[in-house]
């Protein structure tokens, strides 16, 4: 299965059967907002809710202070200074994300294994049946049994502990081949997984890269647009070379959309932050679809529309039931 395609799935309900279990762990590890697992996630101060950086600092930035409360709970404390960074939830989502296309593609595999084998074993039972027919009315019929080769052991005799290192086996997961020994180290590690390299570093065990940003950057404060000539926000923009065109609403929109991505990409671990082109290529994205002109427009997720659905289902099932009681109320007066 492909892996961009696995790394698309986003929705606890994929994990079924005895996976059901992993639910409980893909659910706790998204954001209400965007429905995907964290990235870069703050908690609100006050609260302690936690959504991802880009997300919550949309909705409290939102033009004419629409959106300064939490979205969970509704408390009026919420703004850019009340956002604390969460590394170490960061550092399980990140962990996460990989694993949960590692397993889905185990899960994968041993559905197809077990079709297979299901497939293989009908397929014995029905040439045992074949064999076992029993013979017509006057017919004798006898089955030689199997006689083992002479030096060959039998099925309940192999003792694979004594098998030799050079005789070459298949994975029960993969179907490829290996050796004994290199066999037990692909078990270990698991399919599709080199093993890694020898480190006794605490960094190496847990994953931590050495090469970190020392270097401090400074977040970006947001000025009284109301305050701000259209030449003012042209200056801001020139300074962060942005593009410099259109309206003043639409500067004002756009230094505000490149506040919130360049904070909360900021609020990421040091390697896993963007470039800064490729947060320009994200403004860009997020003006061609306020602009409605552009080939890329942004879509909402299947999470998003399903969540809307049942939102309008339960506000029609509402207004139905209030009709019903109406008229339920016109027919007891008339009688």
Same mark, same amino acid.
């Given at each position: 299965m492909n892996d961009a395609l696995l790394a698309e799935i986003g929705d606890p309900s994929d994990w079924t059967g005895e996976w059901a279990t992993l639910r409980p762990l893909d659910s706790s590890l998204r954001c209400t907002l965007c429905y995907d697992i964290f990235r870069a996630p703050v908690a609100l101060r006050e609260c302690a809710h936690v959504f991802c950086s880009s997300c919550i600092r949309m909705h409290i930035n939102q033009p004419?202070? =629409?959106g300064t409360f939490c979205p969970n709970c509704r408390q009026k404390k919420a703004f850019d200074g009340e956002l604390v960074a969460q590394p170490a939830l960061e550092a @399980? @989502? &990140?962990?996460?994300r990989d694993a949960r296309i590692f397993l889905m593609k185990q899960r994968h595999q041993l559905q197809t294994l077990e079709k297979k084998q299901d497939k293989e074993k009908t397929q014995s039972l029905k040439e045992t049946d074949e064999? !076992? !027919? /029993?013979?017509?009315e006057g017919e004798h019929r006898y089955l030689r049994p199997r006689k083992r080769v002479a030096g060959t052991p039998g099925v309940d005799d192999v003792d694979y502990r004594t098998l030799n290192s050079d005789i070459v086996v298949q994975c029960p997961i993969c179907q490829q081949k290996f050796d004994v020994a %290199?066999? &037990?180290a692909h078990l270990d590690y698991g399919c599709g997984i080199e093993p890694a390299t020898n480190s006794t570093s605490m960094d190496s065990w847990l994953g931590v890269s050495k090469e970190t940003n020392t270097q401090a950057t400074k977040k970006l404060t947001r000025p009284q647009y109301h305050l701000k000539t259209e030449r003012d926000m042209r =200056? *801001?923009?020139e300074a962060l070379h942005l593009p410099v065109h259109g309206a003043k +609403?639409? *500067?004002? !929109?756009r230094h505000r959309q490149w506040v919130n991505l360049y904070n909360a990409n900021l +609020? @990421? @671990? /040091?390697e896993h932050r963007e470039s800064i082109s490729t947060l320009k290529k994200i403004l860009l994205q997020w003006e061609q679809s306020q602009d409605g002109t552009g080939a890329k427009k942004l879509v909402s %997720?299947? &999470?998003q529309v399903r969540s809307w659905l049942q939102i309008v289902i339960s506000m029609l099932i509402w207004r139905l039931e209030r009709v019903l009681r109406y008229i339920k109320k016109l027919i007891i007066c008339h009688s």
């Amino acid at each position: 299965m492909n892996d961009a395609l696995l790394a698309e799935i986003g929705d606890p309900s994929d994990w079924t059967g005895e996976w059901a279990t992993l639910r409980p762990l893909d659910s706790s590890l998204r954001c209400t907002l965007c429905y995907d697992i964290f990235r870069a996630p703050v908690a609100l101060r006050e609260c302690a809710h936690v959504f991802c950086s880009s997300c919550i600092r949309m909705h409290i930035n939102q033009p004419g202070g =629409k959106g300064t409360f939490c979205p969970n709970c509704r408390q009026k404390k919420a703004f850019d200074g009340e956002l604390v960074a969460q590394p170490a939830l960061e550092a @399980a @989502a &990140n962990h996460w994300r990989d694993a949960r296309i590692f397993l889905m593609k185990q899960r994968h595999q041993l559905q197809t294994l077990e079709k297979k084998q299901d497939k293989e074993k009908t397929q014995s039972l029905k040439e045992t049946d074949e064999l !076992e !027919e /029993p013979a017509l009315e006057g017919e004798h019929r006898y089955l030689r049994p199997r006689k083992r080769v002479a030096g060959t052991p039998g099925v309940d005799d192999v003792d694979y502990r004594t098998l030799n290192s050079d005789i070459v086996v298949q994975c029960p997961i993969c179907q490829q081949k290996f050796d004994v020994a %290199s066999l &037990n180290a692909h078990l270990d590690y698991g399919c599709g997984i080199e093993p890694a390299t020898n480190s006794t570093s605490m960094d190496s065990w847990l994953g931590v890269s050495k090469e970190t940003n020392t270097q401090a950057t400074k977040k970006l404060t947001r000025p009284q647009y109301h305050l701000k000539t259209e030449r003012d926000m042209r =200056k *801001l923009l020139e300074a962060l070379h942005l593009p410099v065109h259109g309206a003043k +609403d639409r *500067l004002i !929109e756009r230094h505000r959309q490149w506040v919130n991505l360049y904070n909360a990409n900021l +609020d @990421a @671990a /040091p390697e896993h932050r963007e470039s800064i082109s490729t947060l320009k290529k994200i403004l860009l994205q997020w003006e061609q679809s306020q602009d409605g002109t552009g080939a890329k427009k942004l879509v909402s %997720s299947e &999470n998003q529309v399903r969540s809307w659905l049942q939102i309008v289902i339960s506000m029609l099932i509402w207004r139905l039931e209030r009709v019903l009681r109406y008229i339920k109320k016109l027919i007891i007066c008339h009688s």
